[in-house]
Antibody, heavy 125, light 106 residues
Framework: QLQVQESGPGLVKPSETLSLTCNVSGGSTFTANHYWSWLRQPPGKGLEWIGSIYYTGSTYYNPSLKSRVTVSLDMSKNQFSLKLNYMTAADTAVYHC?????????????????WGRGTLVTVSS | DIQMTQSPSTLSASIGDRVTITCRASQSFSDWLAWYQQKPGKAPKLLIYRASTLQTGVASRFSGSGSGTEFTLTITNLQPDDFATYYCQQYNTYSLTFGGGTKVEI
């Protein structure tokens, strides 16, 4: 059964870079079936898509975060990662990794049948 | 970006009720819309994709409809397990966006 699980620090200082990793188990990241994605949810608020990567290396980013975000894929480790630069208090959120389905979706777009449990990242000095 | 607006933001209902949640898009698209259920402290769960296709394993009391700029999620015979927050998500373009959420409470 395909599963994803986030790992990374729970506390980041303002202006620093957040680095999170998502481990994929029960299947391979070398697949045409999924966009490997990151989403986040500030406490008490709604969901926000951050960015996605395809096994070809193509990346797609939220325009509002594009200047600060990098999503990368390490197929040898069956992992994908998120880097978010210049963190501020507004970036405090639960960060989820997810597998986005490409089935029955336009090119570059996806919906999310597979989610990690999420990890809370707090930005504070 | 396509903006998604959900209504209502909160909905009070009783067991056995039929409830409808609406999601309106800032621009028209066909049926590239998904619905999720989220409970406190948990990851969202996909209920419906392609506006009306039920995800495998999801109870048949959930249904979706719509196209263009207006989409609806309907829950018939509301069950105790259905009290949660529901989100719509458009995937018409790669710039994915979610509605603000609808909390269904007792």
């Amino acid at each position: 059964q395909l599963q994803v699980q986030e790992s990374g620090p729970g506390l980041v200082k303002p202006s620093e870079t957040l680095s999170l990793t998502c481990n994929v188990s029960g299947g391979s990241t070398f697949t045409a079936n999924h966009y490997w994605s990151w989403l986040r949810q500030p406490p008490g608020k709604g969901l926000e898509w951050i960015g996605s990567i395809y096994y070809t290396g193509s990346t797609y980013y939220n325009p509002s975060l594009k200047s600060r975000v990098t999503v990368s894929l390490d197929m040898s480790k069956n992992q994908f990662s998120l880097k978010l630069n210049y963190m501020t208090a507004a970036d405090t959120a639960v960060y989820h990794c997810a597998g986005g389905s490409v089935s029955m979706a336009p090119l570059g777009a996806c919906y999310f049948p597979l989610w990690g449990r999420g990890t809370l990242v707090t930005v504070s000095s | 970006d396509i903006q998604m607006t959900q209504s209502p933001s909160t909905l009070s209902a009783s067991i056995g009720d039929r409830v409808t949640i609406t999601c309106r898009a800032s621009q028209s698209f066909s049926d590239w819309l998904a619905w999720y259920q989220q409970k406190p402290g948990k990851a969202p769960k996909l209920l419906i994709y392609r506006a009306s296709t039920l995800q495998t394993g999801v109870a048949s009391r959930f249904s979706g409809s719509g196209s263009g700029t207006e989409f609806t999620l309907t829950i018939t015979n509301l069950q105790p397990d259905d009290f949660a927050t529901y989100y719509c998500q458009q995937y018409n373009t790669y710039s994915l966006t979610f509605g603000g959420g609808t909390k269904v409470e007792i």
